[in-house]
């Protein structure tokens, strides 16, 4: 990485900048809030690295989950990750040792903006896009630290600030609303999940296996539907 | 919890992070199409997980006395108003956790 290139990625960066630093400031306090080192806040925006993930990170942490519990949850929470390893598989390629990092480093953000960019006339692409990631991923670093550290100093009653990650979930939900034009699969999400805590309880979130699997079923069983005039 | 289940944790959800992450160019970084079907649910399932994440997130609402429900009701609303009107991530965030904190602290 050289000075020109950086030059080139830290404008497109700037919004991500501005972004990951109060959302990771916000999780690095709620992680203080229940009573987590700053230290671990750190560990966790280094090898992580999952905005939404860490959040449920600091739930599951509070409540001392098994690991299978955690396993999973992470799994769903990060299951859209696999769509957008599906649309890098060409832009990662010959990226050496570096190309570990860029899937390491794929969050929602990195990706929107890879997907969007294109590197300048003398830059080269790949140390572009690998600029690009490594800033991302500092901001969020910086962040988490500075709430962390924030959280454990300034002591202000902080009951209520786990909302945060439900504020997160509702934003991404008006975001995929407005970008699809097809909403049964929010409808069926929402009817499967319902449906499964009522008949499991919330105790540990198990209830989302089943729940998981019905929205499975039900979208194979909708395929026909929801593909059919392939509007979205 | 000892400093080697923290860490124990932490491990579990980074190995999960960076394998859904991984996936993709595992399976299908050899050249090769995805299966419809994986193309499919990787376009659909997402907005479908995302409302499960949210009813997880109430999953402990009660609808007894005021306190167990308004609170999260009312800055959820916040959040999605904010975000339809000035779509800016940080706002509606922010905003609505900090209201959210105002009702159980000091309305409720």
Request: aromatic share 12%.
């Amino acid at each position: 990485m050289n000075r020109k290139t950086l030059a080139a990625a830290f404008p497109h960066t700037v919004p991500v900048l501005m972004g990951y630093l109060s959302i990771g400031v916000v999780f690095g306090w709620m992680l203080s809030a229940v009573g987590f080192a700053p230290t671990w806040a750190a560990i966790m925006s280094v090898t992580i690295y999952a905005g939404s993930g860490q959040y449920l990170g600091v739930d599951l942490l509070a409540n001392a989950s098994p690991l299978g519990d955690a396993a999973f949850l992470t799994l769903i929470i990060n299951f859209r990750h696999l769509v957008y390893g599906l649309s890098m598989l060409e832009k990662f390629r010959g990226m050496g040792w570096r190309k570990l990092y860029m899937i390491f480093s794929l969050t929602d953000e990195t990706y929107a903006l890879l997907a969007g960019v294109q590197a300048p006339e003398g830059v080269n692409e790949k140390s572009f896009y690998f600029t690009i990631a490594l800033l991302d991923h500092l901001y969020w670093i910086a962040g988490s630290i500075i709430g962390a550290v924030a959280g454990a100093l300034i002591t202000i009653n902080t009951e209520g600030i786990d909302f945060a990650m439900t504020a997160l979930f509702l934003v991404i939900a008006v975001e995929q609303w407005q970008s699809n034009t097809r909403h049964a699969p929010v409808f069926l999400g929402a009817a499967g999940t319902l449906a499964c805590l009522l008949i499991f309880g919330p105790d540990n979130g198990r209830f989302l296996i089943p729940a998981l699997a019905i929205l499975v079923a039900g979208l194979l069983l909708m395929r026909p539907q929801l593909e059919g005039g392939n509007k979205s | 919890m000892t400093t080697i289940q923290i860490a124990a944790l932490v491990a579990v959800m980074a190995a999960v992070t960076f394998l859904t992450r991984a996936l993709p160019f595992l399976l299908f970084g050899r050249g090769g199409e995805p299966p419809k079907v994986v193309l499919y649910l990787g376009r659909f399932l997402p907005p479908a997980v995302i409302a499960m994440l949210i009813i997880y997130c109430y999953r402990n609402t009660s609808f007894g006395a005021a306190d167990g429900w308004a609170p999260g009701l009312i800055a959820g609303l916040a959040v999605v108003g904010l975000h339809i009107w000035k779509k800016n991530n940080m706002l509606s965030i922010v905003g609505g956790t900090i209201l959210y904190m105002v009702l159980v602290q000091i309305v409720f």
